[in-house]
């Protein structure tokens, strides 16, 4: 394509922006629900715990009938044995843990220290009254202890903002030699994004019943390169060509029935760049999830000039060292999906810059979205 | 139990260290590996490229025959027209990309400027030499980004470590008018850490087959607390309460067979607080995966006092302020898992310390393992 034709980043991200609209609610189990958007807010009928309730193993007492007790002065005081989590018995105020309390075998202890009423209670409400907004709609349920806090209110379905279905049409074949990573890849990005990837050939991939279509490949101008050719003839061909590297191949438009549809360059470098700055910003968007990069970002201090084409925006490899700055890693030109793998993150660099000279501060994107380390070499 | 029974949590994590090997190796499809941990090194048979192919759709020249071209002075050579990731045609040395030639319709291009060896090619190897180290063993497949670059290297199955079985036994009733939050909760803290969550009764849990047994509940000293007893009859009980907060009736033994199993306190905060440090710390060793706590983890600024018992490690929910100190947040004690939810992270104070003044600066863990944010409310 010629460049004229290209659009710039910030236009073709203005156009997802525009295509698509976060999906309506669906009710599912609360094992389910890993990663999910809740679609309202979350807030108990009831008081949590519903009731006082012990918060300990030990004994229900009145407080009041342990005044006076010391190591020298015993006192035996009428006792209920409870278990942390049970309601507290009538008349009751109190909890003495078993460790503190010799059980005389019949309804009464011996302690050797006062008790204040309320000690080893958890009040009714403690957790949240009832009604207290516990997560908001929009909140999504991204660690395990969201669940549990989940599963500790209710165990009846929530209500969630539905999964991105997305059709993938694997349309080229890989380059000489190569398997092709194109397919694993982006069924995993898919994955991570919240939407649902379903691997399909055209012309099925554009019916109805997708909220995204992507194709990966064809995406140039070589004899087998169709991909542009099919959506324009299967619906509309929007946008041709991204100002943008790797992977200026890009196209964006609709199927005939309306589903926005996403065409990614086929080198898996420029696939996978694409793929972060268009096609997970409009998986995240439907799903109901914040359309930024899922990488952390910080302004960081280059240590070594970076160089940029005025006129593209560049997607650099960055490495991070030891004291914080960033420096240029191999580009995705040079060793491509290997270029992400080993570098740190990745600078943006805008279509109007010419590049940064050390010592500039720049936004850099790191790619520590995992926590769980591999283990270290010994 | 008594406190002078208990042990200090670093006896125990020292425990858990000697109880659990990194497991075996076992083959599986690509498909299947993110997440999953390398068994060997990756190093490709061939070279990546394996010859010199096209980086470009266009016209594959020798580019001597193209010296002297430019905008008065057009020069027509013979060109093959190649697509990107097609091996370079014999006696060819560049690719003119389709945009910059101007076909004649037969097997003859016309360019405007002369074009240089090597220029519009990815040279064999490039990416990678036969043999070259890409990925080591124990590096885990933690992006979709390592997932394209092993699927462009091989298609066949890869060698990783297997996924730890775990047992998990619901051994306790939910606390009056809870509903159970440790099933839902462990199922998805064990998936996180990489291991396979198998729910079970007693006595099935402690069969062969399991690389480690999880109870959860049943570990205080009521009427219906079972489970110590049973892990003593079923196996061995080596380690009865921890000097832990929350959490100090935590268990640790063998199954007769001498499967590792670890009995975590029924209350959900107490129960989430003893998987991460003992159980998700097992289950990552077993997976081959860094025992660290799945956390960041950095030097903080205390804001406010934060006060903590002599001879129990605490646990303490913290809050991230604007000016990047942290302060005490809700406690466990007080909202329960609430406090893990609505809190940034925690700190650990040590059994040894009465607390930290204000102005201190103490290591924190910040629960920011999830990249993708929920949409910022409008």
């Not at 509309?236 to 926005?260: C, D, K, M, Q």
């Amino acid at each position: 394509m010629r460049a004229a034709e290209r659009v710039s980043v910030a236009d073709a991200i203005a156009w997802i922006d525009a295509a698509v609209r976060r999906l309506e609610s669906e009710e599912i189990a609360l094992d389910a629900a890993a990663g999910r958007v809740l679609a309202s807010d979350l807030r108990p009928a009831l008081p949590i715990p519903p009731v006082d309730c012990a918060a300990v193993d030990g004994y229900a007492v009145r407080a009041e009938a342990s005044l006076g007790a010391g190591a020298y002065n015993p006192i035996t005081l009428a006792a209920v044995p409870v278990e942390a989590g049970d309601p507290l018995p009538l008349g009751t105020d109190a909890v003495v843990p078993s460790q503190r309390a010799e059980p005389d075998g019949t309804d009464r202890i011996a302690i050797l220290e006062p008790t204040a009423p309320g000690a080893g209670i958890d009040r009714k409400g403690a957790m949240a009254a009832a009604g207290a907004l516990l997560l908001a709609a929009g909140a999504r349920l991204a660690s395990p202890r969201h669940i549990g806090l989940l599963a500790s209110i209710t165990a009846a379905p929530i209500g969630v903002v539905r999964r991105p279905r997305v059709r993938l049409v694997i349309a080229a074949t890989p380059r000489a030699g190569l398997a092709d990573a194109n397919r694993p890849m982006l069924t995993a990005l898919i994955e991570r994004d919240g939407g649902v990837a379903e691997e399909m050939p055209f012309p099925a991939a554009i019916e109805t019943g997708a909220d995204l279509v992507l194709v990966a490949g064809g995406t140039g101008e070589g004899r087998e390169d169709r991909s542009a050719a099919l959506l324009a003839a299967a619906g509309s061909l929007e946008i041709r060509g991204v100002a943008l590297a790797p992977g200026e191949t890009a196209g964006f438009g609709h199927t005939a029935n309306g589903t926005p549809a996403l065409l990614l360059p086929g080198s898996p470098a420029a696939c996978l760049v694409n793929y972060e700055l268009f096609a997970g910003r409009a998986i995240r968007r439907l799903g109901g999830l914040g359309a930024d990069l899922p990488y952390s970002r910080r302004i960081a201090t280059i240590a070594r000039k970076i160089v940029s084409a005025i006129g593209t925006t560049e997607i650099r490899p960055i490495r991070l060292l030891a004291d914080g700055r960033i420096e240029p890693a191999a580009s995705f030109a040079e060793t491509g999906l290997r270029a992400a793998v080993e570098s740190d993150g990745f600078v943006i660099l805008a279509e109007a810059s010419e590049g940064h000279p050390a010592g500039a501060q720049i936004i850099a994107y790191f790619y520590d979205e995992d926590r769980i380390r591999a283990e270290p070499a010994s």
